[in-house]
């Protein structure tokens, strides 16, 4: 049975920086695409980043050279490092997986759920002003 538990959410001032965690089981990491995904409060879900072992990586432009993807695949972690966080990066923090390599989409909304297989429950990342 896949399981994604993500961890390492919080509060922090603009400009600090916060690393997500997703604990997985059930799968090899190094099989599987990877997503990070966030969903602020009346709003649809959008992608942050995704990452394949083949070393392909795909970021949000709202979040590219400040957010990094990696993993641990010894611990089969996937990890989101947030670096020189703002406000508007408040949101659910989601990470989801789906079989496959090669290469990772970023769908928007219900397309999303249709594309990754499996989700986390999520964890808040709230960025004060």
């Known amino acids: 049975q896949v399981q994604l538990v993500e961890s390492g959410g919080g509060s922090v001032q603009a400009g600090g920086s916060l690393r997500l965690s997703c604990a997985t089981s059930?799968?090899?990491?190094?099989?599987?695409?990877m997503g990070w995904f966030r969903q602020a409060p009346g709003q649809e879900r959008e992608g942050v980043g995704c990452?394949?072992?083949?070393?392909?990586?795909n970021y949000a432009d709202s979040v590219k050279g400040r957010f990094t993807i990696s993993t641990d695949s010894t611990k089969n972690t996937l990890y989101l490092q947030m670096n020189s966080l703002k406000p508007e990066d408040t949101a659910m923090y989601y990470c989801?997986?789906?079989?496959?390599?090669?290469?990772?989409?970023?769908?928007?909304?219900?397309?999303?759920?249709?594309?990754?297989?499996?989700w986390g429950q999520g964890t808040q990342v709230t960025v004060s002003s």
């Open positions: 990452f394949t072992s083949d070393g392909y990586a």
């Open positions: 059930g799968y090899t990491v190094s099989r599987y695409r």
């Open positions: 989801a997986a789906a079989p496959g390599n090669g290469y990772c989409l970023l769908p928007r909304g219900s397309v999303a759920y249709k594309y990754y297989n499996y």
